[in-house]
């Protein structure tokens, strides 16, 4: 039986959590914290932002950066290319957004930069933080992509 709504949501809000630092969020990834540097300056991965300008990570973080880590070493992207993937994503469909939204967002058109890198957002992301949203965190997963153009079919 799949689980209830409420719990699914804490499971979401948990994994969601930063809780690790850059040192530990390595150790338990297995990359080296220069290459996670570089992942988040190439907009792959948004890590949460304390004041100090340090960065924390969470548990969906470690997922995402091995599943980076595998797209780059194991399958031979580089970074423009993991950046295309992700772009593939169709944003407007899994929000729900208007014809109007859509036409005054560069996400529905940018075809190598994921959404939350387009620097015209339409008016529903406009203020959004992307780490929340369903859509940045539809990368996390290790079913990939098709398993998120699968819910749309
Ligand atoms: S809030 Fe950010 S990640 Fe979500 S759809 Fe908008 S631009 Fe993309």
Redesign the pocket.
Known sequence: MPPAEGIEESNKLEGNRPVYTLGVAAQLAGIPAHSIRQYIDNGLLIPYKLESNRHLFSQNDISRLKLIQELIHERGLNFAGVRTLMAMVP??A??NCSLEDQKS?D?HTENFQ???M?SE??S??KN???R?????HALDLQAGIKSVLNTLL
């Open positions: 944003c407007w899994l929000r967002c996400a994921p959404c939350w387009v957002k339409g529903l992301c959004d933080n992307c929340n949203c369903d859509v940045y």
